[in-house]
């Protein structure tokens, strides 16, 4: 192989070292000077100051909210794929204009779907 593709390759491992070397050392130095005092009342959970008066488990939360977050979820990754169409644009002239339109009515029928099955209504 020749010592270019090695040297690029080289380029991308160092960096990728030096990226979770710098997130691991930065996270361990936090951990050294922060200060660590546990108390129990820093152990209680709470919501918005709240003190919890039931327990989770006898809590029921409505589905839609659930549904709406996957909602959320779903479109957003969906729309990611659109990245790689735009920075291929060039190359993919009118076939790729063509299937970014069948990829976007796609995502336009799922949305009327959750729309129709009132998914996205948020009471």
Known sequence: MPAVYWHSWLVVVLFLVLGVALAF?????????????????????????????????????????YLFALMFVL????????????????????FGLIEAFIFLAMLGVGLAYAWKKKVLRWQ
Do not use: C
């Open 25 to 65: 050392g930065l996270l361990g130095l936090g951990s050294l000077f922060r200060p660590h005092q546990p108390s129990a009342a820093k152990k209680t959970p709470y919501e918005s100051g709240a003190i919890d008066i039931v327990e989770a488990k006898e809590v029921r939360f409505n589905v839609r909210y």
């Open 75 to 94: 479109f957003d990754v969906e729309t990611v794929f659109l990245f790689p169409w735009a920075v291929a644009f060039n190359r993919l002239h009118l």
